[in-house]
Structures are given as C-alpha cells and as structure tokens.
C-alpha cells in the first residue's frame, strides 16, 4: 500500500542543532495571543512557532508533547500526514501500531517503509488529541533536534488552520471567518480541490496559472524547469534533498522568475528548476517555500476548499 506523501524538500545547511526544547510557560503565553483577533473562537490547538533558521525564517517548527514525551516537530505544508523518526517518543514497551503490514510512505525523491502507530500530540496549553502517525527510520534531521513532522491540514482535519508567520504563532480552531470584522484584508488565490490533504493553490508565472504546492517545510521556491527557458540565470546553485537525505535531481542553478503571489507581484525571484511535474497527492508543476511564505499569515480551510492570504496590517494599525 502506498501513502500519497508529499513530503517537503529541505536545505539541511539551513538548519541548525536546537540545544534546548522551547520554554512551555512562554511558548504557552506567546501563542496565546495568536488567535487574540478573533475573540469568539477557542483554538483546539495553539502554538508559537519557531525556526530552524531564525534569521531567514526557514524550517517553521513547534514544541509539543508526543505520547507524553516532549518534541520539536517540523511544521510541514508539503506534508499530508504526520511522520516520526525518533523512536524514543514510542517508549520501551512499544506503542499499539495498527497491524503488521508496513506501508511506502513516499518522499519526493525516495521513499521508505513506514508502520502506523496513534498517540496523543499535546500543545504547550494542554490540548490534546490522538493523532496517526507514521513511524520511520531515524533520517538526517534527527541530528538537527527533530523528531519528525506536523501536517498542519492533516492535523486540522475537518477544523480550520491559521499559520501566522508574520508573528510566529499556529492553532487550530473551528471553522470561522478570518475576515475578523473587517479587521482584515483577506486575498483569496483559489484552492486545488483534492481528497488527499494535500495544500495547494494556482501560482501566476509569466507563462500562465499553474498549480503548485504550498510548502512550509521547503525553503526555496521550485518550479517546473521548462515554465523557465527564458528566465535570466540567477547566482545561486541549490542542491535540494528530500525528508530521507536523498538529492532531488541534481544540482541546479536559480532562474529569476516574475511571479504573482496573493496579488502581489514579484519581480526576478530565485527559482529553483525541478526537471518533472509531481504527482504525488495531488499534480503539481513545483511549490513555494519559505522565501515566499516567510511573514504571511495564511488561514486553510480543506473542507470548505478555501486558502486565503491575510494582510494584518490594518488589525495591527487599529491596535496600537
């Protein structure tokens, strides 16, 4: 059996080793205030958000609880499911898996065998719930201080999710309006309908709308090389790798790419090329990363297929 997975791509000279699980009294007290400018919804999960690399805001992860164990866990929009590599989280007696039989969990240029297993997942305010989690082998982030990756939509399920990378800060919540009153300005720039969680959205490129996937856990933009024939050569050379350490096709040169991006144009941005379209979970002809996501504040919600931008400025303005 194979599991629709598409697992983010990463730059692991981004991260760094975490020396110290995140403070639970002020992460707690920080992502409080996360949801503060709608009153009237009660998160069912909460958390401040912090970064593998806190100066280019790459690598988004939180701190939680894992089968009562605590955990830095990637916060992974390139993700549909839940993935664990730190076998300690499980204990010595081992934890209920569901069955014997492993499944592929696919990654973006490899895969691996992965066996299910529930636990509860716990936020630093005390919300708890069981999650499924897919349990591999240890892969080179283990070194960095990750124990493995959060789907935010998966973890959303039928609820909504806010991840606000303007003021580092996620929760879950039921289903409500992000337009908080008026309070803010909300750009919608259409979802891809998909039954396999899966975030994804139209992106404007010189050459048209093509779909591709929102993805938290990959730092650099990516798109299909031939959208880029005409695009300048940028300076730098990027050497992606996938969740298992493996290369995503070899080593390549950024293009400078004019993109619109929730209406908002972008002139000559560094575009790492991907030599063919992914299929995995839903088609794909590339993603956008962390340089583009890196102080949005975007609100999901898969059932309702809405994905909407959020520009904070005016609820800002009105609180000072």
Request: net charge neutral.
């Amino acid at each position: 059996m194979s599991v629709m997975c598409f697992v983010a791509s990463v730059r692991r000279t981004a991260l760094v080793v975490l020396v110290a699980f995140t403070s639970w009294l002020g992460a707690s007290a920080y992502a409080q205030s996360c949801s503060a400018p709608w009153p009237a919804i009660r998160p069912v999960f909460i958390s401040r958000i912090d970064y593998g690399d806190p100066e280019k805001k790459s690598d988004p992860y939180i701190a939680v609880t894992v089968n009562g164990k605590p955990a830095n866990l990637l916060l992974d929009t390139g993700s549909n499911v839940h993935v664990l590599w730190d076998a300690r989280l499980i204990g010595e007696a081992g934890h209920q898996m569901a069955g014997d039989e492993e499944e592929t969990l696919d990654a973006i240029a490899s895969s691996t065998k992965a066996k299910i297993t529930s636990m509860p997942l716990e936020d630093a305010t005390g919300n708890s719930s069981v999650q499924r989690f897919y349990l591999i082998g240890e892969t080179p982030l283990m070194a960095d201080g990750f124990s493995g990756i959060v789907s935010p939509q998966f973890l959303a399920n039928d609820n909504v999710s806010v991840l606000n990378f303007k003021d580092d800060c996620f929760f879950v919540s039921e289903r409500f309006s992000p337009e908080a009153g008026g309070l803010y300005e909300t750009r919608s720039v259409g979802t891809i309908p998909n039954p396999h969680h899966v975030m994804a959205i139209p992106l404007d490129v010189p050459d048209g709308r093509v779909p591709v996937v929102v993805d938290s856990g990959a730092y650099g933009t990516t798109l299909l090389g031939s959208l880029m024939r005409r695009a300048a050569l940028g300076r730098q050379r990027i050497t992606n790798v996938d969740l298992l350490g493996n290369v995503v096709g070899s080593q390549r040169q950024t293009r400078l790419v004019d993109i619109t991006v929730n209406g908002k144009y972008v002139r000559r941005h560094p575009v790492i090329p991907v030599p063919t379209i992914s299929e995995k979970g839903v088609v794909s002809f590339g993603a956008i990363g962390m340089d583009l996501l890196a102080g949005r504040v975007i609100f999901h919600d898969g059932r309702r297929n809405r994905f909407v931008f959020i520009e904070a400025d005016a609820y800002l303005d009105q609180a000072r």
